[in-house]
């Protein structure tokens, strides 16, 4: 006798329930060990389960560490996107430095989150045209929350401050071929200088997230708020940044 809706319905949720505590358990692990605390057996122990039996709901360790993945990105995207929508919305820049401010923030809070999501090697022949699984677009979808308010900003102040320097044709070259949708909407200097803020924000956060700055500092947000000003330079926008950074703070 074939199930009806209310059956199915039934062992689709029970699934859910069941794949959202495997992730929950996953995430428990990586938090208290690390990465290397991350494995089957691991998890099953912390289920109540065998090993062979999450089989049933990831076909390997690599897909489940990748749905892992892909909920702290959601987490992550969401916090920022309450940041950003705390903002005017006719205020591109406010919301960018909101959005620069919550991945901070959430990630020197989830260190070992910010580990596996942005501390990991991914394959080096992957471009905007060859997206590669949920994990990748996920972090596709968190660069656009970046992407999006800096292609509004570039448009709304016009001419690049930079347009005069000549770039580099290797770098233009390779633009050219791996990004080829955002080459359309911005300058080839305006894309370099979106390249070169991301350098700045994710190494100063990375730095603090894994600890190398407290030789120095132990509350780097004083370093941060200057890096915000130095990307802001970077775009043209120093003066209004400054504004809207003393204004926030």
């Known amino acids: 006798m074939p199930e009806s809706e209310t059956q199915q319905s039934w062992r689709v949720r ?28 691991a998890i099953a122990r912390e289920m109540g389960m065998t090993a062979p039996a999450l089989y049933r709901y990831f076909g390997s360790h690599e897909e489940l560490v990748a749905a892992l993945t892909v909920e702290i990105y959601d987490e992550l995207i969401a916090t920022a996107e309450r940041a950003r929508d705390a ?20 990630s020197i809070g989830n260190r070992e989150e910010f580990g596996l999501v942005f501390a990991n090697p991914i394959h080096l022949d992957i471009t905007i045209e060859r997206p590669e699984g ?35 044709p290797r770098i233009t070259e390779q633009f050219q071929r791996r990004q080829p949708i955002l080459y359309d909407v911005l300058s080839p200097h305006d894309l370099y200088t979106f390249l070169r803020a991301w350098t700045l924000l ?44 003393e204004r926030d703070s």
Request: glycine residues 8%.
């Open 14 to 41: 029970q699934r859910q329930a069941t794949v959202a505590e495997i992730l929950g358990a996953a995430r428990r692990l990586l938090v208290e060990h690390g990465q290397a605390g991350i494995s089957l057996r």
């Open 87 to 106: 903002q005017p919305e006719d205020d591109p820049l406010a919301r960018l430095l909101a959005v620069c401010r919550a991945f901070r923030r959430w």
């Open 134 to 168: 949920e994990a990748h677009q996920a972090a596709q979808r968190f660069g656009m929350l970046f992407g999006g308010l800096f292609v509004e900003l570039m448009h709304r102040r016009g001419r690049s401050p930079s347009a005069e320097v000549e770039l580099d």
């Open 202 to 245: 994710y190494g100063t956060v990375a730095l603090e997230a894994f600890g190398h700055c407290q030789w120095a500092l132990e509350d780097a947000e004083p370093m941060f708020e200057d890096v915000m000003r130095d990307c802001a330079t970077l775009m043209g926008l120093g003066d209004e940044a400054a504004a809207v950074l």
